[in-house]
């Protein structure tokens, strides 16, 4: 039997990044950034986060340990994280000004830069597959609403009866009252650096509580809250999007690195504390680089994250999970 031993390390990790070293491969996730200290402060709560997102972690290193490509394991947590109440994707998002849910997601291949995304659905499933399709199944990049549904359907994904699918007793008291004036931190995202040396970016999302006329925020725009380029890194955003589509900041971090010869780290600390923080666009994102090292900065007090990786030398695992600056970290023996 394997055994694990947990550390819990307490201090400044809003951004972890780590010295460049063989990884096999390595797989970062997040659940959305806010005002979630509390969170990490409710025993109970924090517990059933930080196991959401052990299990997403567990999910995709099934799929790369055993040679799995990056797209596989993006999409395969996506889907998880899309079905779990918790987070502010697929069921449990967060709904729109008129009490609906309409869905947002995004993938992106660095191999190629080939990218499918999808805005404003109601009734598609997985939106992440839907956006899947879309990058493999169409000549397009970027599908809306009704058109992106129709799609979708003739692709055989799975579709819900209604859009009241997605919502949850606690969405669906926000529904009932549409007091808040703002609710749920939650977006997820996924990117991957496999085996094979590609990067993968996912993200998908229920956007802004109460957002109206259609809005698109930054999670389904290329460049802003989802990219990836074997060239430089992979990146998925979370945060108030209409700053991460000023900013074009998941390309952003990409420019920096490949252009400016910026670390990772150092790219995604200077966006999200430095040119984000002057504007007070709330929000983190994670980013790994061809070689395998990786960002998970915030502003916001917390970001729901993960990250794990394969040691090339050891064959083993470590991993680590964080709600606010704390993060608790497990090595396989
Ligand atoms: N970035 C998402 C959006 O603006 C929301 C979030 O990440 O919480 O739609």
């Not at 499918?116 to 899947?132: D, N, Q, R, S, W």
Request: hydrophobic share 40%.
């Amino acid at each position: 039997m394997k055994a694990f031993y947990f550390v819990m390390l307490l201090g400044l990790f809003s951004t972890i990044s780590l010295q460049a070293q063989q990884r096999e491969y390595v797989l970062l996730v997040h659940g959305g950034a806010g005002n979630i200290t509390s969170v990490e402060k409710d025993d109970a709560k924090s517990g059933l986060y930080y196991a959401a997102l052990d299990s997403a972690l567990m999910i995709g290193n099934a799929i790369l340990s055993a040679g799995g490509e990056g797209e596989e394991a993006v999409r395969a947590v996506i889907r998880y994280f899309e079905s779990n109440p918790l987070f502010n994707a697929g069921v449990g998002a967060t709904c729109t000004v008129d009490g609906t849910f309409e869905l947002d997601a995004a993938i992106m291949r660095g191999r190629d830069l080939s990218a499918g995304t999808v805005a404003g659905v109601k009734l598609v499933k997985h939106p992440i597959e839907a956006a899947y399709s879309v990058m493999t199944a169409s000549p397009h990049v970027m599908l809306s609403g009704a058109g992106a549904e129709d799609f979708a359907r003739s692709n055989g994904l799975e579709m819900v009866a209604t859009n009241e699918y997605f919502a949850t007793p606690k969405t669906q008291r926000w529904i009932d009252e549409l007091k808040q004036s703002s609710k749920k931190n939650g977006t997820v995202g996924c990117v991957v650096l496999d085996s094979k040396g590609n990067l993968t970016a996912g993200t998908s999302t229920g956007g802004m509580f109460k957002k109206k006329w259609g809005r698109i925020g930054d999670s389904p725009i290329i460049g802003a809250g989802t990219y990836a380029d074997n060239a430089g890194c992979a990146v998925s955003c979370t945060g108030h999007g209409e700053y991460f589509i000023r900013h074009a900041v998941a390309y952003d971090v990409c420019a920096r690195y490949k252009y400016l010869k910026q670390s990772v780290g150092e790219a995604a600390s200077t966006i999200i504390h430095h040119v984000l923080n002057a504007e007070a666009g709330n929000g983190g994102l994670i980013a790994v680089d061809k070689e395998g090292n990786f960002a998970m900065p915030f502003n916001s007090s917390g970001m729901y994250r993960g990250y794990i990786y394969k040691d090339a030398e050891t064959g083993k695992w470590k991993k680590g999970v964080g709600i606010g600056n704390k993060m608790i970290e497990d090595v396989q023996h």
